[in-house]
């Protein structure tokens, strides 16, 4: 039986969100009271399993008092404060961010990143082609996973899952500075002469297919990559005793990724990579 810790009790917090009375837990952030109140605020490098880093400034919004726009993903809410999400200020914060991403990498595997362009009338294109920053083929230097620097917007979940959040091993870092700094290994080596142990848990929190499982690399090649057609079964890793969960991505009756649940209390969406690649013999029909 999985036992799930109820935590410490907190008292809830009253405030307004565009002029609603909400109440959130003492600890959340705006973003979280935002989400429960039912609101939809973009969001790129923020994620659910890691500390806020504040790198995309998409999910800005408007706080009564405050002299600048503030991150909801990581302001936490306070008693009596104002929010409001879609001033015109905040849109055209928003707009403006999604032009200068957009315009500088390639955005076409980034979830919802398209809606949000339609809905903030953002237009990359502006800027001219000598924004761009599109002169690297994907490095396929190994047959796990695939890191395609042209779709980096260097919001640095990747360090944050390698280092000490989650894997501790260190392997991901910044190299360079300025316009010149990228997510790379250690000396910008090949990733089969790095540290990395291939957990596969820098794919995990990616949210623009930067970086990517080999799998679904080559489907996209091949045009046959269809999430429309893929079902999920979670189920529980049989490799050893830990109990991760694993859920599988199957298209065509093919296993084509492996994930996990991020709100497991064991893995946290974290695998091990036996429990994220090593599913070959599951479907091995020789």
């Excluded at 709100?263 to 599951?282: A, E, M, S």
Aim: negative net charge; contains cysteine.
């Amino acid at each position: 039986m999985t036992v799930t810790p109820l935590g410490i009790p907190r008292r809830l917090l009253e405030f307004t969100i565009d002029g609603e009375p909400v109440r959130a837990p003492e600890g959340s952030t705006i973003l979280d009271a935002c989400r429960a109140a039912g609101k939809d605020v973009p969001t790129l490098c923020e994620g659910d399993t890691l500390r806020p880093k504040n790198a995309c400034r998409v999910c800005v919004v408007e706080v009564e008092g405050a002299r600048t726009l503030v991150p909801a993903c990581s302001r936490k809410a306070e008693p009596g404060m104002e929010v409001r999400t879609d001033t015109e200020r905040a849109r055209h914060s928003r707009k403006v961010v999604l032009e200068l991403l957009a315009s500088s990498v390639d955005l076409s595997t980034t979830p919802q990143v398209a809606e949000w362009i339609k809905e903030y009338e953002a237009k990359p294109d502006r800027f001219g082609p000598d924004a761009a920053r599109l002169n690297e083929e994907p490095k396929v230097d190994n047959d796990l996973y695939v890191r395609d620097y042209d779709k980096c917007i260097l919001c640095y979940k990747c360090v944050d899952a390698c280092g000490d959040q989650w894997q501790n091993t260190f392997a991901i870092s910044v190299a360079g500075r300025g316009f010149d700094a990228r997510i790379a290994v250690e000396h910008d080596a090949p990733l089969t002469d790095s540290a990395c142990v291939y957990c596969g848990n820098c794919i995990e929190v990616c949210p623009t297919g930067a970086l990517s499982f080999k799998s679904e690399f080559d489907m996209r090649a091949a045009g046959t990559w269809d999430e429309t057609q893929q079902t999920e079964t979670t189920t529980v890793c049989a490799y050893c005793g830990v109990g991760c969960n694993l859920t599988l991505h199957v298209q065509d009756n093919e296993i084509v990724k492996v994930t996990s649940p991020h709100d497991n209390p064991v893995t946290h969406g974290n695998l091990c990579i036996k429990g994220r690649f090593g599913y070959q013999h599951v479907q091995n029909r020789n």
